[in-house]
């Protein structure tokens, strides 16, 4: 094999992987909008969940200790 062969089928080879690269990246997106729209109402909860532990994350980071500590025991007896 020739040194411009082995050039030839590197480019290829290259080539030939950015394409199954890019068809496997569009066949992970969402095809309807129906899916677009379940998709966003899954992240839109799930952010509003996220938000609800980021509040009492800082409630817990800026109550006195002594309150902290209570409403930690009571969740432990729940």
């Known amino acids: 094999m020739s040194f411009w062969t082995a050039i030839v ?3 290829l080879i290259g080539a030939l992987v950015k394409y199954m690269q890019g068809r ?3 066949d992970d997106l969402p095809h309807s909008r ?3 729209t379940v998709r966003e109402a899954e992240l839109q909860n799930e952010v509003e ?3 609800e532990r980021v509040k009492v994350l800082e ?3 800026t109550d006195p ?3 902290t500590a209570e409403e930690i025991e009571k ?3 729940e």
Request: hydrophobic residues 40%; aromatic residues 0%; proline residues 0%.
């Open 65 to 67: 200790a002594r309150r």
């Open 49 to 51: 969940q996220l938000r």
């Open 59 to 61: 409630r817990i980071a």
């Open 34 to 36: 129906e899916e677009t």
């Open 9 to 11: 089928l590197i480019v």
């Open 24 to 26: 496997r990246e569009s």
């Open 75 to 77: 969740l432990r007896d």
